[in-house]
């Protein structure tokens, strides 16, 4: 337990982590990385190079700060954080090594203001919340250990096919190299991919929604070729049918929330469509009776995946429409647009896309009256600040 001294320190250091917060995490994973360039191979490299794994981070140690007298408040971001970490093989001996280098990168930034106090109160408090996430992390291990008969970390896929579905996005359907079952896994989780491109030192992580319907004994992830794009890149262009690949257990908590027969509308940007092809298909199975709408939106028809799938699914489930637009014709998806359209404001929202298309589609709801609790939304990556209040 932290004594009211403690906490109240931690605490009074707010107003200056939301000053100097991202340049204290920009200086712990430059020192980190230098004197531990191993634990590269646990990170996506290009989020660190575009600044948004800082970020995340500064909004996680400044949520903490903020909550130190109650936890509980940023269970959330444990959870989410926690499935990340457990996909990517972060386990409870790497946490010493982060609370060394995050306190020495608060002396570094601060300079004065980071006083012996004020470190040892933070030393403390690190101790702590490090223990939260490490406890929540243990559990999801033995989760997976034990759904996936003692699948733990990376193991050899296989390509059984490779299935081009737009003009950006194409669909890789994966098998266990040991042919061992694989565990149903919850429709809207991901799993963490690793390669090792031809003369890097390091794996490169990325972490893929699973777009098909759990029970099939197969992964199928379906990839949109960025620019650049390390990953993304080896996928479209290396990987070939029967070459291997490793890949770790389903992780995530982007599900259904299990509230009954209530509506559920889907709105999702570009590759935000991948975790919603997946519930759409769970969905048709299960509760086809189900009230649904899909809105999609894609930059135009060309780079639309999944169109005749879901179609197919839509025209499968008596009380379920899709809606689709296309910015080349359509314009974006606009809150004029979506109060139009909208069938109904009860029931499950959910939200998946890229950044611009969050922030639009939140705040969209939010003039629409609907409640906080009842919108989920995922990010491909690190969480940014959308400027809006986080629902999970």
């Known amino acids: 337990m932290l004594s009211e001294k403690t906490k109240s320190i931690v605490q009074s250091t707010v107003p200056v982590l939301i000053q100097h917060g991202t340049a204290i995490t920009s200086c712990f994973y430059k020192n980190l990385f230098t004197d531990h360039p191993e634990l590269l191979n646990l990170f996506n490299q290009s989020n660190q190079k575009q600044g948004r794994q800082q970020e995340a981070l500064a909004q996680a140690v400044l949520a903490a700060a903020a909550n130190i007298d109650n936890l509980e408040v940023i269970f959330p971001i444990v959870k989410q954080v926690g499935h990340k970490h457990r996909s990517l093989g972060v386990k409870k001996e790497h946490y010493p090594i982060v609370g060394k280098y995050l306190l020495e990168a608060m002396k570094e930034v601060l300079g004065n203001q980071a006083t012996d106090e004020v470190i040892t109160a933070w030393g403390e408090a690190y101790g702590v919340i490090a223990g939260v996430f490490i406890g929540e992390e243990n559990k999801m291990y033995h989760q ?54 031809d003369g ?76 919603f092809i997946s519930m759409l298909n769970d969905l048709a199975k299960r509760n086809p009776e189900w009230n649904v709408q899909f809105i999609h ?87 940014v600040h959308l400027n809006e209040p986080q629902t999970v």
Not at 147 to 152: D, I
Not at 159 to 188: C, M, N, R, W
Not at 307 to 329: D, G, R
Request: include cysteine; proline fraction near 6%; hydrophobic fraction near 40%.
């Open 297 to 383: 939106s894609a930059q135009n028809e060309q780079v639309h995946a999944f169109k005749k799938e879901v179609n197919h699914l839509i025209q499968s489930m008596p009380n379920a429409e899709a809606v689709f637009f296309y910015e080349n014709t359509d314009g974006r998806l606009s809150f004029e647009e979506l109060q139009r359209i909208l069938l109904t404001k009860k029931g499950n929202f959910y939200v998946c896309g890229p950044v611009p298309f969050l922030k639009a589609m939140l705040k969209a709801l939010s003039l629409l009256d609907i409640e906080k609790n009842r919108i989920h939304y995922e990010f491909f990556g690190p969480a």
């Open 144 to 197: 997976a250990e034990n759904q996936c008969g003692g699948w733990s970390g990376f193991k050899s896929f296989k390509l059984a096919d490779k299935v081009v579905e737009s003009d950006v996005i194409t669909s890789f359907y994966l098998t266990p190299a040991d042919h061992q079952s694989l565990p149903d896994f919850l429709p809207g989780q991901y799993i963490s991919v690793r390669v090792k491109p």
């Open 200 to 275: 890097d030192a390091f794996w490169h992580n990325r972490q893929y929604s699973l777009s098909n319907a759990p029970g099939t004994g197969i992964f199928r992830i379906s990839v949109k070729k960025e620019q650049p794009g390390t990953v993304s890149g080896f996928l479209h262009n290396q990987l070939s049918i029967g070459d291997f690949i490793e890949v770790s257990a389903p992780a995530g908590d982007f599900t259904l929330i299990d509230n009954g027969p209530e509506p559920i509308t889907f709105l999702s940007g570009g590759i935000g469509v991948t975790p």
